[in-house]
């Protein structure tokens, strides 16, 4: 059971255009997402993240947008650039053991990057 | 960011052998550290969650006497992969939050079982 996906495996952006990648979950505890980055054979890096009393979260050139009524996300990257090219996760989790709450994943999509 | 350090970075170990993997948090005290598993081309995967100074969590479909998991101080956990197979091959990850709402990850570890 799929409680977090992303249901594009790859996108392809040019450098400078907006890159939106996108993930949808079912599960209504969730109330924290987050975005992570990951390169092959590395570990996750953080990206940004949102609660669910907001519906944006702007970091430079990282936006996420939240719509609980439609349990979806979005991470907006502008303008894109050619090291912006790994493969997004997002993330979910609940908040009823602040601190050590485990994070579901989803699926997972390989952006690239257009030079 | 905290930082966590995960060591051995890659390992090819023989069959029926066993490999221990270390999750080390160098700059805060880490209660709780989550170990992950990631297919290729897969999500990552919540195998367990260890808890400092109690037995671990698994996951539902995790063999915990497969993978043992030891967190006996607050700066180190320890993943172990006890008579390894090739469909063990994997990649593992071990994460903790440091009661902020980020997780961070270790380096992640390439287990290749030969």
């Known amino acids: 059971d799929q409680q977090v996906k992303q249901n594009s495996p790859s996108l392809s952006v040019q450098e400078g255009r907006i890159s939106i990648l996108n993930c949808d979950y079912t599960?209504?505890?969730?109330?924290?997402f987050l975005w992570y980055k990951k390169y092959p054979a590395e570990g996750p890096t953080f990206l940004i993240s949102?609660?669910?009393?907001?519906d944006k979260n702007e970091d430079g050139r990282f936006t996420v947008f939240l719509n609980k009524s439609a349990k979806h996300l979005s991470l907006h990257i502008v303008p894109s650039q050619p090291g912006d090219s790994a493969v997004y996760f997002c993330?979910?989790?609940?908040?009823?053991?602040?601190?050590?709450?485990?994070?579901?994943f989803g699926t997972g999509t390989r952006l690239t990057i257009i030079p | 960011g905290a930082v966590v350090s995960q060591h051995p970075s890659r390992v090819i170990c023989k069959s029926g052998t066993s490999v221990k993997i270390e999750c080390r948090s160098l700059?805060?005290?880490?209660?709780?550290m989550f170990w992950y598993r990631q297919f290729p081309k897969q999500s990552l995967m919540l195998m367990a969650t260890?808890?400092?100074?109690?037995?671990?969590?698994?996951e539902q479909g995790v063999e915990k006497d497969k993978f043992l998991i030891n967190h006996a101080s607050l700066t180190l956990s320890t993943l172990t992969v006890t008579s390894a197979h090739p469909e063990d091959s994997s990649f593992y990850i071990c994460?903790?939050?440091?009661?902020?709402?980020?997780?961070?990850f270790g380096q992640g570890t390439r287990l290749t079982v030969v």
């Open positions: 700059d805060f005290q880490a209660t709780t």
């Open positions: 599960n209504s505890m969730f109330d924290y």
């Open positions: 993330a979910a989790s609940g908040a009823s053991n602040f601190g050590n709450e485990k994070l579901t």
């Open positions: 949102i609660s669910s009393i907001k």
């Open positions: 994460s903790t939050r440091q009661g902020t709402t980020e997780a961070f």
């Open positions: 260890s808890n400092e100074g109690s037995k671990a969590t698994y």
